[in-house]
Nanobody
Framework: HVQLVESGGGSVQAGGSLRLSCAAS??????IGWFRQAAGKEREGVAY????????YYFDSVKGRFTISQDKAKNSLYLQMKSLATEDTAVYYC???????????RGQGTQVTVS
């Protein structure tokens, strides 16, 4: 059973930064990334990384502000978030696979609140 555990969320003022971490029990996925869900809104992809090539993909809403990275030696995924805006407020999930949102593919989430 694969486990993904997010951490690093919190409250920050607009314009601030946060770094999210995701610890994986195993790290054998071809693609892993982050998505988010704000209250009352649809789930939204944030950023993904090809664990083999290191190629990254960012959704338009976060391009130029967020950076996804990985440390395979630590079975860990990261999301550096800068220039945070109120619309970035959401629960952020680490998930394996491209745009897969099911409970078996993601962690429990970490809340990010920007005010």
């Amino acid at each position: 059973h694969v486990q993904l555990v997010e951490s690093g969320g919190g409250s920050v003022q607009a314009g601030g930064s946060l770094r999210l971490s995701c610890a994986a029990s195993v790290y054998t996925y071809r693609c892993i990334g982050w998505f988010r869900q704000a209250a009352g809104k649809e789930r939204e992809g944030v950023a993904y990384i090809n664990t083999g090539s290191g190629n990254t993909y960012y959704f338009d809403s976060v391009k130029g502000r967020f950076t996804i990275s990985q440390d395979k030696a630590k079975n860990s995924l990261y999301l550096q978030m800068k220039s945070l805006a109120t619309e970035d407020t959401a629960v952020y999930y680490c998930a394996r696979g491209w745009r897969t949102y099911g409970a078996g593919y993601r962690g429990q989430g970490t809340q990010v609140t920007v005010s």
